[in-house]
């Protein structure tokens, strides 16, 4: 059933009132951005209070704890466990500490798709001079890469298959699982960019068989910038060793023993330096309402909710680049356009918060969004 056949408000329309933005404006925005919601303004604001309040002092009996319940609650919307997450900044860094454990010496060979995120291919880019060939496999339809094309791609040279769960380029949804497979089939491991689908998709590292998996707090996780993890499959942390790392990685931290690092037996050994708290708070706010949603019911209304948009789209004339069937579509609806950019400038004029990528308009509805929400921005994008 998709949202244009009713015209109640769909199952979680009541959470639109927990995101002060839609007081002035419509947003659908939220694969760049998660829209701010009041839950993350309070768990920021209780953070700045202990820091006037306490200082420093905050850090022994609270803020250390706050750091555990994240790790705790970003496992448990991936299914892993606590001890396989670490912390992270951004999905850069943590993908920098990563590629910094692997042995490419007999495995020179990374391999990723035309269709990922740049800033995980340039980390083995950035290796070329030490020897690192990147593969970048293409897309034939510039939507979906075909796992058997990353089949064909890997072979016992491969160290590593780094790419997406969702395309940030098109919405469409990886079979990770089969990606999983390709790289194990060849002894290379699997790592995957999730941060465009972690919350507004169900994940299981454990059926899925990754080895690897980074996400975070910017978009479907509603917890704003400067907040990502690390997952990493239990077995495998004891083998890895960071060449890239801080004193969070170091179980001997307190120590402050210069000739000492010894790593954490656990994920935390890929850490690098003190979180950023703002960031932790406002995750612990986003991850809150997230659970209190559960992401199965996310993924129905945003799944009813893209359909709607896509069948929108198309009965006012546009061509949506998104993937050929409901189950491997995801949030991000393209439309082809001339002049992407002024579309959205007539948006923005009208209170209506899109974003534009070469070519395209794009839309990306979440939970918090309404067919209404389509309707205004399509009357505007074909006139
Ligand atoms: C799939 C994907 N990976 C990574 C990033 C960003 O990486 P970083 O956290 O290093 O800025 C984005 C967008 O911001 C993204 O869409």
């Avoid at 169900?202 to 996780?221: N, Q």
């Avoid at 939970?367 to 074909?382: G, K």
Wanted: hydrophobic residues 45%; negative net charge; aromatic residues 10%.
């Amino acid at each position: 059933m998709t949202v244009a056949s009713s015209s109640a408000p769909h199952a979680l329309a009541q959470y639109r009132a927990e995101f002060p933005i839609f007081d002035h404006r419509i947003y659908l925005n939220s694969c760049s951005l998660g829209a701010l919601s009041r839950r993350s303004r309070v768990w920021v604001t209780r953070f700045l209070d202990e820091w006037e309040r306490r200082g420093a002092a905050a850090w022994y009996d609270v803020w250390w704890e706050r750091l555990d319940e994240l790790r705790r609650g970003y496992a448990a919307v991936i299914g892993a466990g606590a001890h396989e997450i670490a912390l992270h900044a951004s999905v850069s860094t943590a993908t920098g500490v990563l590629g910094s454990c692997i042995d490419y010496s007999r495995r020179p060979k990374v391999v990723t798709t035309e269709l990922d995120f740049p800033t995980v291919a340039y980390q083995w880019l950035a290796k070329r001079p030490s020897g690192i060939e990147l593969v970048v496999v293409e897309s034939p339809d510039g939507v979906t890469v075909p796992p058997d094309l990353i089949r064909r791609a890997v072979d016992e040279r491969t160290a590593l298959v780094a790419t997406s769960h969702v395309f940030f380029t098109t919405g469409a949804i990886q079979d990770i699982r089969a990606v999983a497979e390709a790289a194990h089939a060849v002894g290379a491991y699997c790592f995957i960019d999730a941060y465009q689908s972690v919350g507004q998709l169900p994940v299981d590292v454990r059926e899925s068989g990754v080895d690897f998996l980074c996400a975070g707090g910017l978009k479907w996780l509603l917890g704003g910038p400067g907040i990502t993890f690390l997952y990493v499959r239990d077995e495998l942390i004891p083998s890895l060793r960071p060449q890239v790392t801080g004193w969070f990685a170091n179980e001997g931290q307190f120590g402050f023993d210069i000739r000492d690092l010894r790593f954490h037996a656990d994920a935390r050994r890929f850490e690098q330096g003190t979180p950023s708290l703002a960031a932790v708070h406002a995750q612990l706010g986003g991850l809150e309402l997230v659970a209190e949603i559960g992401i199965p019911r996310i993924r129905d209304v945003v799944s009813a909710l893209t359909e709607d948009l896509v069948a929108r789209a198309m009965e006012a004339g546009f061509r949506p680049r998104v993937a050929p069937t409901s189950q491997t579509r995801s949030a991000i609806v393209m439309l082809p356009d001339e002049r992407p950019e002024a579309q959205v400038a007539r948006l923005a004029e009208r209170d209506i918060v899109a974003d534009s990528r070469p070519g395209h308009v794009r839309l990306s509805p979440y939970f918090y969004n309404t067919v209404e929400d389509h309707a205004a921005a399509l009357e505007i994008l074909s006139t």
